[in-house]
């Protein structure tokens, strides 16, 4: 505690990382000491990598899906650049449709953030998918971002989600070139407040985002990172957080399903039904006032995307994070209100 921590972390906390993220992902390996950056939780960490990777001298638009987590576009505004908000729908998937960008877009694109599994729809990214992103960010030059830090909270336990850096290593890219996910302890773990996690993949990018981490000031304090070290070296309790959500989801499925309409998710936490009569604000302000119960109003998530229409409009995010007893209720009080009407 006598001395300031190291902006790069602790030798021993980048390769727990490295082993960790190498077996999870079938990877050849992860250079722990240039593709690996501690950080403390993904949300600080995406809004800096955004600062420091965006060239401000040319156009800078960031792809991010729609809906989204609110920081890729917040950290894209802040860098003086212009989110591309691709849609996300039943359609679709719930997935972007890259298909769907234009060669003189993608031409301005800089970043392209993914978020898989999804927040808040839970849709996950196949392999497939990355691998012909990874195609076009080789064809138009722009940096791949992958958010994954539900990776860890997956219903079918033969099943983990794949990610990008593992469409990488099946290319035979084990630079990771153009590629960086982002992994927490919050979700995986359930240590949201210990505010810790990691960034891995291309050195090239990660050396600059390292440089500009030096004079943002956030480096770990050292009690976190070998706390941070116990966690990621251990899968019980991570198994044990897995088992406890497939217990609600199944819990709560059971009581909503018959009076919503929801896509079962791949992982993450969360539900995305659509509300009853469409109008998501009216409906949450209803469920609060009158039920004591708080969710998220899908069109807060979202903006009108490339058909003019906000594809979070008329959802609900439900995040069944609390203990099974009060996520029950919260499930209950909501069938309630439905069935008053």
Same mark, same amino acid.
């Given at each position: 505690?006598?001395?300031?921590?190291?902006?790069?972390?602790?030798?021993?906390?980048?390769?727990?990382?490295?082993?960790?993220?190498?077996?999870?992902?079938?990877?050849?390996?992860?250079?722990?000491?240039?593709?690996?950056?501690?950080?403390?939780?993904?949300?600080?960490?995406?809004?800096?990598?955004?600062?420091?990777?965006?060239?401000?001298?040319?156009?800078?638009?960031?792809?991010?899906?729609?809906?989204?987590?609110?920081?890729?576009?917040?950290?894209?505004?802040?860098?003086?650049?212009?989110?591309?908000?691709?849609?996300?729908?039943?359609?679709?998937?719930?997935?972007?449709?890259?298909?769907?960008?234009?060669?003189?877009?993608?031409?301005?694109?800089?970043?392209?953030?993914?978020?898989?599994?999804?927040?808040?729809?839970?849709?996950?990214?196949?392999?497939?998918?990355?691998?012909?992103?990874?195609?076009?960010?080789?064809?138009?030059?722009?940096?791949?971002?992958?958010?994954?830090?539900?990776?860890?909270?997956?219903?079918?336990?033969?099943?983990?989600?794949?990610?990008?850096?593992?469409?990488?290593?099946?290319?035979?890219?084990?630079?990771?070139?153009?590629?960086?996910?982002?992994? %927490? #302890?919050?979700? &995986?773990?359930?240590?949201? !407040? $210990?505010?810790? @996690?990691?960034?891995?993949?291309?050195?090239? +990018?990660? *050396?600059?985002?390292?440089?500009?981490?030096?004079?943002?000031?956030?480096?770990?304090?050292?009690?976190?990172?070998?706390?941070?070290?116990?966690?990621?070296?251990?899968?019980?309790?991570?198994?044990?957080?897995?088992?406890?959500?497939?217990?609600?989801?199944?819990?709560?499925?059971?009581?909503?399903?018959?009076?919503?309409?929801?896509?079962?998710?791949?992982?993450?936490?969360?539900?995305?039904?659509?509300?009853?009569?469409?109008?998501?604000?009216?409906?949450?302000?209803?469920?609060?006032?009158?039920?004591?119960?708080?969710?998220?109003?899908? %069109? #807060?998530?979202? &903006?009108?995307?490339?058909? !003019? $229409?906000?594809? @979070?409009?008329?959802?609900?995010?439900?995040? +069944?994070? *609390?203990?099974?007893?009060?996520?029950?209720?919260?499930?209950?009080?909501?069938?309630?209100?439905?069935?008053?009407?």
């Amino acid at each position: 505690m006598a001395r300031y921590p190291a902006t790069n972390g602790l030798p021993a906390l980048r390769d727990a990382i490295a082993t960790w993220a190498t077996q999870r992902f079938q990877l050849a390996g992860l250079d722990a000491e240039r593709q690996v950056l501690p950080v403390n939780g993904t949300r600080e960490a995406i809004f800096a990598f955004v600062q420091a990777a965006l060239d401000r001298t040319r156009p800078a638009k960031v792809a991010v899906p729609n809906p989204f987590y609110q920081i890729y576009e917040g950290a894209t505004l802040l860098a003086g650049g212009e989110p591309l908000y691709l849609d996300c729908t039943a359609e679709n998937g719930f997935r972007p449709d890259f298909s769907a960008v234009s060669a003189d877009t993608w031409r301005d694109v800089q970043i392209v953030f993914i978020c898989s599994p999804g927040n808040p729809t839970g849709a996950v990214t196949p392999l497939a998918e990355f691998k012909q992103l990874i195609a076009l960010a080789d064809e138009h030059d722009f940096i791949i971002a992958s958010d994954e830090c539900y990776s860890e909270l997956y219903l079918d336990e033969n099943t983990p989600p794949p990610g990008l850096l593992q469409a990488c290593a099946e290319l035979g890219r084990d630079d990771y070139r153009r590629c960086v996910v982002f992994h %927490s #302890l919050s979700k &995986r773990s359930n240590l949201p !407040g $210990l505010r810790s @996690g990691f960034v891995a993949g291309d050195a090239d +990018l990660l *050396a600059p985002f390292k440089r500009y981490r030096t004079y943002h000031g956030c480096a770990m304090s050292q009690p976190l990172q070998h706390a941070s070290i116990a966690a990621w070296q251990d899968e019980a309790h991570v198994r044990a957080n897995r088992d406890a959500y497939r217990e609600k989801f199944s819990a709560v499925t059971d009581v909503l399903a018959p009076v919503m309409d929801f896509p079962t998710p791949e992982a993450s936490f969360y539900l995305w039904p659509a509300v009853p009569g469409g109008d998501d604000i009216a409906f949450t302000q209803r469920l609060f006032s009158e039920q004591h119960v708080s969710v998220l109003p899908g %069109s #807060l998530m979202g &903006r009108p995307g490339q058909n !003019g $229409l906000n594809p @979070g409009a008329g959802r609900l995010r439900l995040a +069944l994070v *609390a203990e099974l007893e009060p996520t029950l209720e919260a499930a209950k009080r909501l069938r309630q209100l439905i069935e008053r009407d």
